[in-house]
């Protein structure tokens, strides 16, 4: 079974629907984050938890909400999809009392299309 | 921010063929990883390399921090090492996110 999963893989939605994508991890980490990836880029960060109690943005936040419901939930909100949100969304965890310091897991990615 | 540049940009390889894939970064780094984005979209580890020299199987990677780069090399390519590989590291401070550089595609021909 994969460590970490996301849930739906794939959806198309319209403009101004809400729509929530899920992270579930069984690796015990602690530390959970929530990317996007445009076509010809990098990944960027949208937000990042260290506790069940603790929410952070990154540095494109706008748009986006996040609920960390448990230490393995990590769930990403669209509270009104426009079309520039369409992208491939990952999520991550790490574990920075690891062997490997912050050595970052990736989901296999949600990819999103608002049309 | 720090700023993440990894060239070539673009590479084209016959089967069998070696090569180096390199990625520049302009600040210390806390953490360095390579990956690899399949086909499908999927990232695989491939190495988690702050300092120093790895090795897996036909992979391997180094990366000199107090000069600032990391290199990847693959040898003996295969059809199935197509993809996109990306450097990301991570500068420490308050919230560990790796910053990813924008990729080098790779397509290997059989």
């Known amino acids: 079974d994969a460590d970490v999963t996301q849930t739906p893989r794939n959806r198309i939605t319209k403009t101004g629907k809400r729509i929530m994508l899920e992270c579930s991890q069984t690796k015990g980490h602690d530390r959970m984050y929530w990317y996007r990836q445009d076509p010809g880029l990098g990944l960027r960060l949208i937000y990042y938890s260290f506790d069940v109690k603790d929410i952070n943005k990154g540095e494109i936040s706008d748009g986006y909400s996040v609920s960390r419901q448990a230490q393995a939930k990590f769930s990403l909100s669209l509270e009104s999809a426009i079309p520039n949100q369409t992208a491939l969304y990952f999520c991550?965890?790490?574990?920075?009392?690891?062997?490997?310091?912050?050595?970052?897991?990736f989901g296999p990615g949600t990819r999103l299309t608002v049309l | 921010g720090i700023q993440v540049e990894q060239s070539p940009p673009d590479l084209i390889l016959q089967e069998g063929a070696n090569s180096t894939l390199r990625c520049n970064f302009s600040d210390s780094v806390n953490n360095l990883q390579w990956f690899h984005q399949n086909p499908w979209g999927q990232l695989i580890n491939l190495f988690y390399i702050p300092s120093g020299t790895k090795q897996n199987g036909r992979l391997s990677a180094t990366t000199v921090a107090t000069e600032r780069y990391s290199l990847l090399y693959i040898s003996s390519s295969q059809t199935t090492d197509s993809g996109v590989y990306f450097c990301a590291v991570d500068v420490g401070g308050s919230n560990y996110k790796l910053t990813f550089g924008k990729g080098t595609l790779l397509t290997v021909n059989p």
């Open positions: 991550a965890t790490s574990d920075l009392g690891g062997p490997d310091g912050n050595e970052q897991f």
